[in-house]
């Protein structure tokens, strides 16, 4: 299950819309027409499964097929749009942080400087990678550079008192903006909930098969199961905030510094 998730996270939105709308539709007439045929239609009395009992049950069901998706969907649009906000807050902390050493001026200053281009760098290109993967990590590599433009920086601020706070300040905001990114990374939806959703949904698709078939009533099920497989939709394409088409560009951060990402 987690890994078909995986795979639908790539897709294009418009594609991953369409493709789950028709494919929750046609999946709810084929198992509404089955139940139909070998469960319902064989009972004495049809009109037990359509009586007020049955009513409750599967209204329960898309009450909380509902629900549930409805919370989980807010959850992955504030942790994206959070995961956004940060991105562009690290941005605004690099560049500040570039100014701070530009004004020093001297030899270990601009050394600095070069040491915080490379981390960004390496940010952006290699670090981006690793956290818009199926497991989500820190790259070594830009933790090689950051390591490199934090000793860096400490002996700037060693010699520059006057600046000194000011550049710890930054440097600290930096590197939690750097493990922000991660736990917003690894922020997902679990796997389990895609499991139980996916039985809710089988067993509200099945209670539909209580109605006679007729083309009218097909194409009401399809209807309404097809919109809520455009909601499950929308949340396999916001639920991970650095992978697939609507994942967070790294391009604030390499404007920053005038970094041009390659694409």
């Known amino acids: 299950m987690q890994w078909l998730v995986d795979q639908m996270t790539l897709m294009p939105t418009a594609l991953l819309l369409v493709c789950m709308a028709i494919g929750t539709a046609l999946l709810a007439v084929v198992i509404a027409t089955l139940a139909r045929i070998w469960l319902f239609d064989r009972l004495t009395d049809p009109s037990e499964v359509r009586g007020t009992?049955?009513?409750?049950?599967?209204?329960?069901?898309?009450?909380?097929?509902?629900?549930v998706l409805a919370h989980v969907l807010t959850d992955v649009?504030?942790?994206?749009?959070h995961a956004d906000d940060q991105a562009l807050h690290e941005a605004s902390v690099v560049r500040r942080l570039d100014r701070e050493l530009k004004a020093v001026g001297d030899t270990?200053?601009?050394s600095a400087r070069v040491l915080l281009?490379?981390?960004?760098?390496?940010?952006?290109?290699?670090?981006?990678?690793?956290?818009?993967?199926?497991?989500?990590?820190?790259?070594?590599?830009?933790?090689?550079?950051?390591?490199?433009?934090?000793?860096?920086?400490r002996r700037v601020i060693a010699k520059h008192e006057d600046s000194a706070s000011s550049i710890r300040m930054l440097l600290d905001r930096?590197?939690?903006?750097?493990?922000?990114?991660?736990?917003?990374?690894?922020?997902?939806?679990?796997?389990?909930?895609?499991?139980?959703?996916?039985?809710f949904m089988l067993a509200?698709?099945?209670?539909?098969?209580?109605?006679?078939?007729?083309?009218?009533?097909?194409?009401?099920i399809a209807m309404h199961m097809g919109a809520i497989g455009m909601v499950v939709a929308l949340i396999i394409n916001l639920d991970e905030p650095f992978r697939g088409v609507s994942g967070i560009s790294p391009a604030p951060l390499a404007k920053s510094l005038g970094i041009v990402v390659p694409r």
């Open 53 to 67: 009992v049955a009513d409750v049950v599967h209204g329960s069901l898309l009450a909380f097929i509902v629900f």
């Open 77 to 81: 649009r504030a942790n994206l749009g």
């Open 204 to 220: 509200a698709m099945a209670m539909n098969g209580r109605y006679p078939g007729s083309w009218k009533g097909n194409f009401i």
């Open 117 to 153: 281009r490379g981390y960004v760098t390496s940010a952006v290109t290699d670090e981006w990678k690793t956290l818009s993967t199926a497991d989500p990590d820190l790259s070594p590599t830009t933790e090689d550079a950051l390591t490199a433009f934090v000793g860096a920086t």
């Open 108 to 110: 270990d200053a601009q």
């Open 174 to 199: 930096l590197e939690e903006a750097r493990q922000g990114r991660f736990e917003n990374a690894t922020k997902t939806v679990p796997a389990v909930f895609w499991w139980v959703i996916s039985l």
